[in-house]
Structures are given as structure tokens and as C-alpha cells.
């Protein structure tokens, strides 16, 4: 739904959703549905949200991408700002001003991208397709993790020009360093240093280059939960991002009442943590490709977005989220991409040549 709404949003195509979760027990859309619709409302002039007494019908038509200085959102509990923050920086490079809003919520959790993540790999992403590095960046004011949350990020994001631009980014290089950040909100600072001791464990094997840092916050900073976890991030010779990242609180209540089955058993060890994070980043950087898995969707739309020319990019095994992604790019601009297995290497190869989407809403000087 997140994804329709963005694609609506920058191709200024109306949308309805009908039978939304009719028949499960709590019908309707969720708070961090109605959220995302209320940040859409806050970055956007003239746009029109009309969502039914139940929440199963919702009729949305896109206005204007305005941006802005000093915004505030408040992104709930529900899911955390990685969420909201993928479509966001999309959505950023095509207002009419840059964006620079203050995110609050939950900042770490086991479901969505850290934000760490998204400052270390996901915003060098967009410096591929030429977006200007200055103004670009976000800064951690705060942490939160689940099920309280109380964290607080500041992103600013600067408008495009004219245009993005193509990029044939097929080459993902090899691993020449491996960076990290530990976070330990309400609980000792001594689990950190258990999950850099259990992670180096694996890497210093392979590679001399790791450093992982620690962010142990205390007081307000800390949020309202205690919780720790750890991002990972494998920076290759030719300059692509790997990421992989967790973190480990007490569950939310689900609204029904009940807790998801897995996040019923007890919290993990910070050395499971640790060890898990980091073989899950040797899988990540195994199924090769310029960017991980998490990071598929987003690659595909801004290639999608890029100016009538030929884009092309190599991704490893293609996620169920990738996939989805590439029907609605199909459906909402109209680009079909061209995919082709790789065998030697286990990858994928896409092409596509972009819809030449322009950034109309600046102001022409």
C-alpha cells in the first residue's frame, strides 16, 4: 500500500483501494497506514485523502510535492521510521523545496531498516543517480525502540534539478571494509561490547578492516523502552553498500491482544545477536548484486525514475518485496524492465529506460 501510495503520489495518479483487511478481525487500515497518509498530507499542498467510517475504503489523489523546512511527524508505534523514511526520501527529491522534517518513533526494530542503516547505505544509494551530496544527511537525536518507542531522527533531503540521472551499476566490486554501529537503550553498555566481540569474531577471520562502533545513549536520548540491537554495513571497491541490521526489545502488543509468535520467546543474547547480524551480512554480500535485499524496491524506482535512457543494474536473487515493486512500476509509469539471469554469478541483470520523470514542482527561476 506504501509503495501505491508513493507511485501515486509521483506520477499524480488517483488511486482507490477498496477491501482493505474485510475479513480479518480488526478491518480497515492500520495506524501506520493512517500515518503515512497524514505525513503524504503534511509534504504535499492540495492532495485529498477520503477514508471510510470502517477504513476499508480509502480514495486518495495526489497535489503537489511541496517540502519544507521544520517539519514534525509523529510516525506511532505501530511500525518504525524506516518505514516511512524509504518512500520519504523519494518523495523528497521531486518537492518544491528541499524537505528537512523531524521523524518521531521508533527508531530500531527488528521488522523495518535502522535508521543507521539508512544514513550509512541507503543514502549513498541515491548519490548514484546524482542527487548533490550536500544537504543530504540525517542526524540521530534520539533512540527508541519497541514496543514504547521515543526516538527522534532529523532528515533533510535535497530537491533535483532537473532530473535524475541513468546509471549502469553493475559492477559490485569486493568487500574491502566492514563498518557497524551497537545501540543500547535502558539495559548495561556492556551488551554491546558482548555483540562487537561475537560479530569480529566472525569478520576478523576474513577481513582486517572492521571497525564497529558503539552508541550507548542514557536519559531522554534513550527513549521510553529498553532494547539493544546492532546495524551492520559492507562497503565494497567499487563503492556499493551491504547492509544488514536487528535489534532486540520486548515485543509490541499486537492489537488483537496477542503477541506474534515469534517474538513470544525470550529475547535473544547479545553473542546469538551479534553472530546472527553477521552472518546474515555474509549471506547478504554471498547472493551478490550492488545493493541487499532490503534495498531492491528502492533501486528499482529510482531507476524507473531516471530520464528516458537505459538503466542497468545487477541485484542477487530477486526478494518477494522486489517483485512486487516491479508490477507496480509496471502499472503506475508504465516501465517495464528487461530481466536477465546471470548463472556464472547466481545474480540478476535488469534494464530499463526510465519514464524521464521531471521535478515539476520547483519553481522556475
Known amino acids: 500500500m506504501r509503495l501505491r501510495l508513493l507511485l501515486s503520489t509521483i506520477s499524480t495518479t488517483p488511486v482507490l483501494i477498496e477491501d482493505i483487511r474485510t475479513d480479518s478481525t480488526w478491518p480497515g487500515l492500520r495506524p501506520h497506514e493512517v500515518s503515512f497518509l497524514r505525513l503524504l498530507e503534511k509534504i504535499s499542498d ?28 509523529d510516525c506511532g508505534t505501530s511500525r518504525s521510521i524506516g518505514y516511512f523514511l524509504e518512500p520519504l526520501i523519494v518523495l523528497g527529491l521531486f518537492g518544491k523545496k528541499p524537505l528537512n522534517i523531524r521523524l518521531r518513533g521508533i527508531t530500531n526494530d527488528s521488522k523495518d531498516p535502522s535508521v543507521d542503516t539508512f544514513r550509512a547505505a541507503t543514502l549513498p544509494i541515491l548519490k548514484q543517480f546524482g542527487v548533490p551530496s550536500d544537504g543530504l544527511q540525517m542526524k540521530i537525536e534520539s533512540r527508541g525502540v519497541p514496543p514504547h518507542g521515543g526516538g527522534e531522527i532529523i532528515l533533510s533531503i535535497p530537491i533535483i534539478q532537473e532530473n535524475l540521472k541513468a546509471v549502469n551499476w553493475i559492477d559490485e566490486g569486493m568487500v574491502k571494509r566492514i563498518r557497524g554501529v551497537t545501540f543500547s537503550t535502558r539495559v548495561s553498555s556492556q551488551f554491546e561490547n558482548t555483540m562487537i566481540h561475537a560479530a569480529r569474531g566472525i569478520f576478523n577471520r576474513l577481513l582486517p578492516d572492521v571497525h564497529i562502533y558503539t552508541d550507548h545513549k542514557a536519559g531522554d536520548q534513550a527513549g521510553k523502552s529498553p532494547g539493544y540491537g546492532i546495524s551492520l554495513f559492507a562497503e565494497t571497491t567499487s563503492g556499493c553498500y551491504i547492509s544488514s541490521d536487528t535489534a532486540v526489545s520486548y515485543a509490541r502488543m499486537e492489537e488483537e491482544g496477542e503477541i506474534d509468535e515469534e517474538e513470544k520467546k525470550e529475547l535473544s543474547p547479545p553473542e546469538e545477536v551479534g553472530e546472527q547480524i553477521a552472518a546474515t551480512l555474509l549471506g547478504e554480500i554471498e547472493q551478490g548484486g550492488v545493493v541487499d535485499s532490503t534495498h531492491q524496491g528502492l533501486l528499482f524506482i529510482l531507476c524507473a525514475l531516471c530520464p528516458q535512457d537505459v538503466s542497468k543494474i545487477r541485484v542477487g536473487k530477486l526478494s518477494p518485496y522486489g517483485i512486487q515493486v516491479l508490477r507496480n512500476i509496471r502499472d503506475f509509469l508504465g516501465v517495464k524492465f528487461v530481466i536477465k539471469p546471470d548463472p556464472s554469478t547466481g545474480t540478476v541483470i535488469l534494464k530499463c529506460v526510465g519514464c524521464g520523470l521531471k521535478n515539476l514542482s520547483r519553481k522556475i527561476s
Not at 485523502?49 to 523546512?69: A, D, S
Open 46 to 73: 492540495d492532495c485529498v485523502v477520503e477514508i471510510n467510517e470502517t477504513g476499508t475504503k480509502l480514495k486518495y489523489k495526489p497535489g503537489i510535492i511541496m517540502g519544507g523546512r521544520h517539519l514534525v511527524h
